[in-house]
């Protein structure tokens, strides 16, 4: 469990942890292979959200996922790309909150994870919490938590 000093110092209203939706990267479930290799490239990201019409999370696109749905060859065949929906390569599996979110559960999942897609409970996406948010937030509680409490290290009895 994580203390109340840390949870509130991590969770300030000053710099939101989430970076919006407006502001994220994404590619629809319709769209080609590649369109999704053109965001990809020109976003610098490796991995990015897929959404559906109605602004709901439906899974993952990675360069990887369209590396290992081709042969090294066809990768380069604008027409075989062109030719494939995301939909049919994207990874299902998402590390989604809703936006009630738990700091516990945030950390839970990005432990192996390079971001935690966060939605409201019908599922329409909001944005995502990228684990270098969270590391940043942490090193300046790391390096600020001494100016702002005064720590004092606890004794264990042995009687």
Do not use: W
Request: net charge negative; with cysteine; charged share 25%.
């Amino acid at each position: 469990m994580i203390s109340k000093v840390i949870k509130d110092m991590f969770n300030r209203p000053t710099e939101n942890l989430m970076i919006p939706a407006s502001d994220v990267a994404t590619c629809n479930e319709e769209d080609t292979l590649l369109h999704a290799v053109l965001v990809l490239s020109n976003s610098g990201y490796q991995i990015i959200p897929v959404i559906d019409s109605e602004n709901h999370v439906r899974g993952l696109i990675s360069i990887s996922d369209i590396v290992t749905s081709f042969d090294n060859l066809s990768l380069f065949d604008e027409e075989k790309l062109n030719a494939i929906k995301v939909k049919e390569v994207m990874n299902q599996v998402v590390p989604i909150l809703f936006d009630n979110y738990d700091l516990e559960d945030v950390l839970r999942l990005l432990v192996n994870n390079n971001f935690v897609c966060i939605t409201h409970k019908n599922g329409y996406f909001l944005g995502i919490i990228p684990r270098k948010v969270a590391l940043e937030r942490f090193t300046h509680i790391a390096h600020n938590i001494d100016s702002e409490y005064d720590l004092v290290e606890k004794v264990n009895d042995l009687v």
